[in-house]
């Protein structure tokens, strides 16, 4: 059975730091494009970042240059290190993977990965 955990949320005042972590069992950690999206409320899931089984990362948004996505294949986990952060990054972050012959699936965040973890929550106070 595949599962995504994630881990680290929290409440932190801007300008301070959070790293999430996302543990993944189930399927070949290695090989898998893995994800961090984000759903603030109100609003639709975003992807933040994603990392392919390379270690090759991008960004999305106005989180770049901010926050940092890393993955440890031995330990099995990703993580998404955050700085300086602000109000507008309160949100439930996701984490996801994209399993090569696995079709995506809308839930619980939107269609961006195979599998979602059940998320984890991120406040920043001003």
């Known amino acids: 059975e595949v599962e995504l955990v994630e881990s680290g949320g929290g409440s932190a005042q801007a300008g301070g730091s959070l790293r999430l972590s996302c543990l993944g069992s189930g399927f070949d950690f290695a090989d898998a494009r893995l994800v961090w999206y984000r759903q603030r409320p109100g609003n639709e899931c975003e992807e933040v970042s994603r990392i392919w089984s390379g270690g090759k990362t991008m960004s999305f948004g106005a989180v770049k240059g901010r926050f940092t996505m890393s993955r440890d294949n031995a330990k099995r986990t990703v993580y998404l290190q955050m700085n300086n952060l602000r109000p507008e990054d309160s949100a439930t972050y996701y984490c996801?993977?994209?399993?090569?012959?696995?079709?995506?699936?809308?839930?619980?965040?939107?269609?961006?990965?195979?599998?979602w973890g059940k998320g984890t929550r991120v406040t920043i106070s001003s």
């Open positions: 996801g993977a994209d399993i090569f012959g696995v079709p995506y699936t809308s839930e619980p965040c939107t269609d961006g990965a195979s599998y």
